[in-house]
């Protein structure tokens, strides 16, 4: 009788585990959106900025990302053989787009001065560096 019941102990023990090992598996991702708000809250609570403050820089940051993402993704460098005029015209591209990238930052940082010190905005762009490369580390640990 005591086997059965430390038997039945064990596989509810297993059980339990078990379930709670595939709910972390299953852990959904973020949609960039989400991301990109948890990204603003993070900086905003780093830099210990007021409620006012922080909800219009999370507000801002956010339309800020989906003006970045409304550009597309960079132009892809090709690695087949091309032709001077292929190759020129990816560079066009590829400088286009850079160029279009900084106009949306310069246009947010004259929004950013708005209501942030220009250290402050330094800190920003700091944080949202060392955020993007955190994310980058992880993101090539998963794919190998």
Same mark, same amino acid.
């Given at each position: /009788? +005591?086997?059965?019941?430390?038997?039945?102990?064990?596989?509810?023990?297993?059980?339990?585990?078990?379930?709670?090992?595939?709910?972390?598996?299953?852990?959904?991702?973020?949609?960039?959106?989400?991301?990109?708000?948890?990204?603003?809250?993070?900086?905003?609570?780093? /830099?210990?900025?007021?409620?006012?403050?922080?909800?219009?820089?999370?507000?801002?940051?956010?339309?800020?990302?989906?003006?970045?993402?409304?550009?597309?993704?960079?132009?892809?460098?090709?690695?087949?053989? /091309?032709?001077? !005029? !292929?190759?020129?015209?990816?560079?066009?591209?590829?400088?286009?787009?850079?160029?279009?990238?900084?106009?949306?930052?310069?246009?947010?940082?004259?929004?950013?001065? !708005?209501?942030?010190?220009?250290?402050?905005?330094?800190?920003?762009?700091?944080?949202?560096?060392?955020?993007? !490369?955190?994310?980058? +580390?992880?993101?090539?640990?998963?794919?190998?």
């Amino acid at each position: /009788m +005591k086997g059965i019941i430390r038997l039945l102990l064990l596989v509810a023990a297993l059980t339990t585990f078990c379930g709670m090992a595939s709910a972390q598996n299953s852990r959904q991702r973020l949609t960039r959106e989400q991301l990109a708000e948890v990204q603003a809250k993070h900086i905003a609570k780093e /830099m210990a900025m007021d409620d006012a403050t922080s909800q219009r820089f999370i507000d801002t940051f956010c339309q800020f990302q989906r003006e970045i993402w409304a550009l597309g993704p960079r132009p892809k460098q090709s690695h087949r053989q /091309m032709t001077d !005029e !292929e190759t020129e015209q990816v560079l066009k591209a590829r400088f286009a787009h850079s160029r279009k990238i900084l106009d949306l930052r310069q246009k947010y940082y004259g929004i950013y001065s !708005e209501f942030l010190t220009q250290k402050q905005i330094q800190r920003v762009y700091e944080l949202e560096r060392q955020i993007m !490369e955190r994310l980058s +580390k992880r993101s090539k640990r998963t794919n190998r």
